[in-house]
């Protein structure tokens, strides 16, 4: 019961500070005195500051502002991507307070290889942290592949990066400080449900990067699936005999709506084997935005399949919106056209209205904040994670 009223009153005030300890009573319904006492520990445990007493005009003792703390407790960001690495520290405002991003060409390097320098960039932000005065109390990796439910970091698969049963314990240089892996696309949606107002309670959050994923948000809970594998959006053939697939499979999602398939669309994909831009997503953008008309019909044409798989999406599962993330969201000018007559044509035995698809505004930010929001999330439901002042 303490430990359901220390989160209660810790929600209280994140919420609505700053709050003084008899605001906070009124809130939740608890004694002053028993809000006092959870102030107190939650003081103690470095979740609360509490400011100097202050004159408000009222009869009675002056009050003391509560306010989540902006030192003290945070939640380190984790991200390894084809194309780059990430890491970010996060109070538990919910405020970014270290950023890093670097590119790099993750796909078929040494698994060890990559891991070591997620690592060192995991050390240089908690250096940063640690300046400002922030505490790492956990640490969660974004990646984009399979991580099975149930205990022990562990890969599953991750075809893009070249991974297949990737143990991190077996690679983390610092046996104290490997991180709790989580599919990437299931913290994009993650993101978005903790960060974004007002907040959707059941829907569907697709996102591009090299590859495609997806992830099912239900009342405000991600849904995984009986082993994990839940939201393999990229894998659904949307044309049973269409162009092979990496999976196995025959006309993947992936093969109409990817990165590398609108690349190869809009011409602007390499011939010649060498390395393509190194921001596709941006040149899309820049080119879709100067009128260029093979990007654009590359872009349309990728709208349609997408259009094509989210309607089978909203038909199985009824959501309340559909979310484009990562790539996506910064593609979505030329997208959502598409993807909406698609929707309109197909989905036909429910209402559905145009304004419920819609870009996340977090881009390609989601799964690395995600990341980070894991371990503020789980504090601010159970602030007894946190060692006792």
Do not use: K
Not at 56 to 65: D, K, N
Not at 196 to 204: G, K, M, Q, R, Y
Not at 252 to 275: M, S, W
Not at 327 to 348: C, F, G, K
């Amino acid at each position: 019961m303490r430990r359901q009223n220390l989160a209660v009153v810790l929600g209280a005030v994140r919420v609505h500070s700053p709050l003084s300890r008899a605001d906070v009573a009124g809130h939740v319904g608890l004694t002053r005195a028993a809000v006092s006492s959870l102030v107190d520990e939650l003081i103690g445990r470095g979740a609360l500051t509490e400011a100097p007493a202050t004159a408000s005009g009222r009869v009675g003792r002056p009050g003391r502002a509560l306010a989540v703390s902006e030192s003290g407790p945070a939640g380190l960001g984790l991200e390894i991507g084809v194309t780059h690495l990430g890491a970010c520290v996060v109070d538990l405002r919910g405020e970014p307070q270290v950023w890093r991003r670097v590119e790099r060409a993750n796909a078929g390097r040494p698994v060890g290889q990559v891991l070591a320098e997620v690592a060192a960039l995991a050390a240089e932000a908690e250096a940063e942290a640690s300046a400002l005065g922030l505490r790492v109390e956990g640490r969660v990796l974004a990646v984009p592949g399979v991580v099975p439910n149930g205990p022990g970091a562990v890969v599953e698969r991750a075809p893009n990066l070249g991974w297949h049963g990737v143990r991190l314990a077996d690679h983390w240089p610092d046996a104290d400080t490997v991180p709790e892996p989580e599919n990437e696309a299931n913290l994009g949606a993650l993101a978005e449900c903790w960060s974004t107002e007002p907040a959707l309670e059941t829907f569907v959050h697709v996102s591009a990067e090299t590859g495609i994923g997806s992830a099912l948000v239900i009342d405000g809970r991600l849904f995984r699936g009986a082993r994990g594998f839940a939201g393999e959006l990229g894998h659904i053939p949307i044309q049973p005999e269409g162009v092979d697939c990496p999976c196995g499979s025959r006309g993947c999602l992936e093969q109409y709506a990817g990165e590398a398939a609108v690349l190869r669309e809009a011409g602007l994909a390499p011939l010649d084997g060498t390395a393509g831009p190194a921001d596709p997503v941006a040149l899309l953008a820049e080119r879709a935005a100067a009128g260029h008309p093979p990007t654009l019909a590359a872009l349309d044409r990728a709208g349609q399949a997408l259009g094509l798989a989210l309607a089978s999406a909203v038909e199985l599962v009824d959501p309340d919106g559909l979310v484009l993330g990562g790539a996506y969201a910064e593609l979505a000018d030329w997208l959502l056209p598409a993807v909406r007559a698609e929707l309109a044509a197909r989905v036909t035995v429910r209402p559905w209205a145009p304004e419920a698809l819609r870009p996340s505004a977090l881009g390609r930010r989601g799964p690395l904040l995600g990341a980070a929001l894991t371990t503020v999330r789980r504090i601010m439901a159970d602030p007894t994670r946190l060692p006792a002042g």
